[in-house]
């Protein structure tokens, strides 16, 4: 498909609809697959798959529209490394604040806005695309781990949990 703005159309609605769709079925039924795949709860390091999982599933099942999956996600790969990041550090620091919900969203829609257009703006793979490609299975195999053994830190924890707040003095 040679019209950037379809494919970038195509790719964003899929990874809305993606992110969505694992959000609603880690709600119905949780296990282990939704939760590795949609945020079990507020916290910036959850909410950051977001910013991943739909992105990567988005960018993989419309590769065909751009020269075949494989060189689609070679040329894709900083963003897939780069949203998450970005939106962690983002949801981190909206956490201080404590905002509603809907600003969570819009944060989410508006960055994988950003990182779809420029994720399609790249015609070649990207020069040190092993390091690229390293980073993103890392950063998969961290999302794994950190589900299931997550640190008892601040971005990590659940904020409606007695545990993420200060320590009350006895």
């Given at each position: 498909?040679?019209?950037?703005?379809?494919r970038?159309?195509?790719?964003?609605?899929?990874?809305l609809?993606?992110g969505?769709?694992?959000i609603?079925?880690?709600?119905c039924?949780?296990?282990?697959v939704?939760?590795?795949?949609?945020?079990?709860?507020a916290?910036p390091?959850?909410?950051?798959?977001?910013?991943f999982?739909?992105?990567?599933?988005?960018v993989?099942?419309?590769?065909?529209l751009?020269?075949g999956?494989?060189?689609?996600?070679?040329?894709?790969?900083?963003?897939?490394?780069?949203?998450?990041?970005a939106?962690f550090?983002v949801?981190?620091?909206?956490?201080l604040?404590?905002?509603?919900?809907?600003?969570y969203?819009l944060?989410?829609v508006?960055a994988l806005?950003?990182?779809?257009a420029?994720?399609?703006q790249r015609?070649?793979?990207v020069k040190?695309?092993?390091?690229w490609?390293?980073?993103?299975?890392?950063?998969?195999v961290?999302?794994?781990?950190?589900?299931?053994?997550?640190?008892?830190?601040?971005?990590?924890?659940?904020?409606?949990?007695v545990?993420?707040?200060?320590?009350i003095?006895y």
């Amino acid at each position: 498909m040679k019209d950037h703005f379809s494919r970038f159309a195509i790719r964003f609605v899929a990874a809305l609809l993606l992110g969505l769709a694992g959000i609603a079925l880690r709600s119905c039924c949780p296990c282990a697959v939704s939760e590795l795949l949609a945020p079990r709860f507020a916290a910036p390091w959850e909410l950051s798959k977001l910013g991943f999982w739909p992105v990567l599933c988005a960018v993989a099942l419309t590769g065909r529209l751009s020269g075949g999956v494989k060189r689609t996600l070679r040329c894709a790969l900083p963003c897939l490394t780069l949203t998450p990041a970005a939106l962690f550090l983002v949801f981190w620091g909206m956490s201080l604040l404590e905002p509603a919900g809907g600003a969570y969203l819009l944060v989410w829609v508006a960055a994988l806005a950003v990182s779809l257009a420029l994720a399609d703006q790249r015609q070649e793979p990207v020069k040190n695309a092993a390091v690229w490609l390293i980073l993103t299975v890392s950063l998969g195999v961290l999302y794994g781990i950190f589900t299931f053994l997550p640190p008892a830190a601040g971005p990590f924890l659940d904020p409606r949990d007695v545990a993420a707040m200060a320590v009350i003095p006895y």
